[in-house]
């Protein structure tokens, strides 16, 4: 059944991804990569990989969508004519799909217990973490605590990607959200005069950012983390934005702010890495952060967990105002 | 009660895919976007609730059931607010809702 489940997923999300190539809108490709985003974490759950797929719901059907309507916002809605090269790409393609066809032949069987990716290791994890982290979520440990460089890894590009996003957007835009306000052009932003969507979505805002806090903080238990809850707590913020405008986004959390949680997480992460060297162990070791180590662990983890989570919603949400104020230059 | 609980759930989910396969085909078949739109609210309202329903009577009464009438309540929400906000927005593109004047334009370029 879930092999029958997993094959029409999959091939929806051909249909789909063909479909992105195909169309020459680009706001009807935006809306198929949501939707393509969608099938696949939906095909995650499927594989019982329940965080990745509310990674993949979060971050690439949410998030990733707004931020691309951002950037539509700034360019054209249509494509450009395609270039000449068209018999090239296609050779390309058909010949890198003919080698990576040729190497799914060497690949284990779908669940095969054998397989060198069980072999290895995974059983090692599922093994000890109740005796080092004692977590009911594994996936979280191997994140937070086997594989916490990685992680950390993951954090600083996030943290990069917002800089230099930052970088190429920033200029031109007014400084103070005061002074953003007093534009006249302001009151068009948003939805202001239209109630419903007003209503719902002010009534709808203090339940996401809920669920974002309890993603975050439930992560050692269920699926969830920094990474999916940055990304809830961040559109919470710019459901508010469409609605409420920009500006008024902008008094309940401004630009410093922002930055500072960007930074602040990066370094919470950092720090808790050097906590471990300067209590005499190795770098990103949390068991000395506590005089029971299962319980440093533990520390340790919602700890890194809450700089994850500052660092992307303070990098999503500058991104997105970064956007937002180039629309209005 | 087992079996009782099994067939009530069948029930109300084979209503609820055929609710979503009308509106399926309604969004395919219908000629302008309004109409579009009236299909595909079949699909967020009865569709979701009467398959939200059925897993509901599987679940039982457990922490499970609850989360989905938790999921259903904030659907029933949304769904008609986004529904609103895309009429509302068609509407202020200049699309004008006509019953009986067919395909939109930009439909057959």
């Known amino acids: 059944m879930t092999v029958l489940f997993g094959i029409f997923l999959l091939t929806l999300v051909v249909i789909t991804a063909l479909g992105i190539v195909h169309t020459k809108n680009l706001f009807v490709a935006v809306m198929l990569l949501g939707i393509f985003s969608l099938l696949i974490a939906a095909n995650f759950f499927l594989l019982d990989a329940a965080d990745v797929a509310l990674t993949e719901a979060a971050v690439g059907a949410g998030i990733s969508t707004v931020l691309f309507l951002g950037a539509l916002a700034l360019t054209s809605e249509r494509e450009r004519a395609a270039t000449p090269h068209r018999w090239l790409s296609l050779a390309v393609v058909v010949s890198a ?16 217990p054998n397989a060198p990716v069980h072999q290895h290791v995974g059983p090692w994890y599922l093994e000890k973490t109740p005796e080092y982290v004692d977590i009911p979520n594994v996936v979280t440990a191997v994140l937070g605590t086997f594989r916490g460089y990685d992680t950390l890894g993951e954090v600083f590009v996030v943290f990069t990607a917002g800089i230099g996003v930052l970088f190429l957007l920033s200029g031109g835009g007014p400084a ?42 439930h992560g050692e238990y269920g699926p969830g983390g920094g990474f999916q809850a940055g990304a809830l707590i ?4 710019i459901l508010y934005a469409l609605v409420e405008g920009e500006g008024r986004t902008l008094e309940a959390l401004p630009r410093k702010a922002l930055m500072a949680l960007t930074v602040a997480g990066a370094l919470l992460y950092g720090g808790v890495g050097l906590a471990g060297i300067v209590l005499g162990s190795e770098f990103l070791d949390y068991s000395v952060l506590a005089s029971n180590p299962v319980k440093g662990q533990q520390i340790g983890i919602i700890l890194i967990e809450l700089g994850v989570g500052m660092t992307v919603t303070g990098v999503l949400l500058s991104i997105f105002h970064a956007f937002a104020a180039r629309e209005q230059t | 009660m087992g079996m009782v609980q099994d067939i009530v759930s069948w029930i109300l989910l084979t209503g609820g895919g055929f609710f979503v396969l009308v509106g399926g085909i309604g969004v395919l078949r219908m000629p302008n976007l309004y109409t579009r739109m009236h299909a595909a609210s079949v699909t967020d309202t009865l569709g979701a609730v009467l398959v939200l329903g059925g897993i509901m009577v599987q679940a039982g009464l457990s922490l499970a059931a609850i989360k989905l009438a938790a999921i259903l309540l904030f659907l029933l929400i949304t769904s008609p607010t986004s529904s609103y906000a895309l009429a509302h927005s068609a509407l202020l593109a200049g699309i004008q809702p006509d019953a009986g004047r067919g395909a939109d334009p930009e439909d057959h370029p």
């Open chain 1, 97 to 112: 799909t003919l080698v990576v066809l040729y190497a799914t032949f060497d690949k284990p069987t779908f669940g095969d």
């Open chain 1, 176 to 217: 103070s959200p005061t002074e953003r306000r007093a534009r006249p052009a302001e009151s068009a932003i948003g939805l202001r005069d239209d109630l419903i969507p007003r209503v719902v979505a002010r009534l709808l805002v203090p339940f996401i950012l809920l669920f974002g806090l309890y993603v975050q903080f």
């Open chain 1, 234 to 237: 961040a559109a919470a913020f």
